[in-house]
């Protein structure tokens, strides 16, 4: 998946989402849902307060898409085939071989850490593992 078409996906969900409401306010001022459904008495339609209802609804759905863009462009992904030395885990980027972690950290927002797996420890510290117990 791309970033463009998350980024298209993301946004067709908040405007249905923020959508959703504005059609349930209009129809129930259409339709007098409250009356019809629960036989409460009829009330005349308000397009006044319907307005204004659908003037926060468009508020917070700007202000949510807003938020939504910002944070996307902030966001770096890693697409595509990436070539890597079987041995010495480098990148082929053009014509140079760097380092995974240079290339990751040129790439992403990823910081690295150092570690060690259990095979590792056994292999390189097993000795001294095995002299502990």
Known sequence: ???????????????VAHGLPLFLIVGDEIFD?????????????????????GVY???????SLYLSQRL?????YL???LTICAFCKKIHVGEDWIPIE???????????S??????????????FTKRNQ
């Open 1 to 15: 998946m791309t970033k463009h078409f998350i980024t298209h996906k993301l946004f067709f969900y908040q405007v």
């Open 33 to 53: 849902v409250p009356h019809r459904v629960f036989n409460a008495p009829a009330t005349p339609i308000n397009w006044h307060e319907t307005f204004i209802e």
């Open 57 to 63: 609804v468009l508020v917070l759905a700007s202000f």
């Open 72 to 76: 996307l462009k902030r966001i770096k």
């Open 79 to 81: 697409e595509g085939f």
């Open 102 to 112: 240079n290339y990751i950290h040129a790439h992403s927002a990823a910081e690295f």
């Open 114 to 127: 150092h570690g060690f797996c259990p095979a590792c420890v056994e292999k390189h510290y097993g000795l």
